[in-house]
């Protein structure tokens, strides 16, 4: 079956710490997405990438970071200088004009 | 000004009447909507997508789009205590990349 897998699905990161939160997609999409949801909040565009070997920042990049070096996959690494990155992160891809998929969630939490 | 505003809610009604969830968006050019529902913890999943003006109807849901007034709405009719959860509303902005939007979010509570 197709569809977007996001690993883990509950994060734990120390304070200072890097982490990446992986997302592949099985569906052949070109676009894909990074959305951060806080609780009692709608989703947050962090990154975008339309094409292999390119991406833009969405509404909150800073202290996130992306690559796109393959079309399945989109990692999203949480940087130290995100200073509050307890949240759920989601991962959507996109074929055609609005045929949007989104993966299960990874829940990313500070201890 | 947010590109994308819902009411927080929540919205509490009985059981077999209609709900009615409001949107209002900020880019004249955006050619796209769409509504989803979200459970708690889960992905948002899409229950609809209007491009034209008007109504569309799928089932118990009809969505609308007054682009003049830059508004979009979503009816539920027949609500249902497993309707529960929070509505998504979500624009494709227009521009060189598109992008979807979305708004806050607005939570419906079904009540028997």
């Known amino acids: 079956d197709g569809g977007i897998t996001q690993s883990p699905k509950y994060l734990f990161r120390k304070e200072g710490q890097n982490v990446t939160l992986s997302c592949e997609q099985n569906?052949?999409?070109?676009?894909m997405y990074w959305y951060r949801q806080d609780p009692g909040q709608g989703l947050r565009l962090i990154y975008y990438?339309?094409?292999?070997?390119?991406?833009q920042k969405g509404d909150i990049a800073e202290g996130y970071s992306v690559s796109r070096e393959k079309k399945e996959s989109f990692p999203l690494t949480v940087t130290s200088a995100q200073k509050n990155p307890t949240a759920f992160y989601l991962c959507?891809?996109?074929?055609?004009?609005?045929?949007?998929?989104f993966g299960s969630g990874t829940r990313l939490t500070v201890v | 000004q947010k590109e994308v505003e819902q009411n927080s809610g929540p919205l509490s009604v009985p059981e077999g009447a209609i709900a009615s969830l409001n949107c209002t968006y900020s880019?004249?050019?955006?050619?796209?909507f769409f509504w989803y529902r979200q459970y708690s913890g889960k992905s948002p999943e899409l229950i609809m997508f209007?491009?034209?003006?008007g109504d569309k109807e799928d089932g118990r849901f009809t969505a609308q789009l007054n682009k003049a007034s830059q508004y979009v709405s979503l009816l539920i009719r027949d609500s249902q205590p497993s309707d529960s959860a929070t509505y998504l509303c979500?624009?494709?902005?227009?521009?060189?990349?598109?992008?979807?939007?979305f708004g806050a979010g607005t939570r419906l509570a079904v009540h028997p």
């Open positions: 209007i491009y034209s003006n």
């Open positions: 979500a624009v494709n902005f227009s521009g060189g990349y598109n992008k979807l939007i």
């Open positions: 990438s339309q094409i292999v070997n390119d991406f």
């Open positions: 880019d004249r050019g955006s050619q796209s």
């Open positions: 569906l052949n999409h070109d676009a």
């Open positions: 959507a891809s996109k074929v055609g004009r609005d045929d949007y998929t």
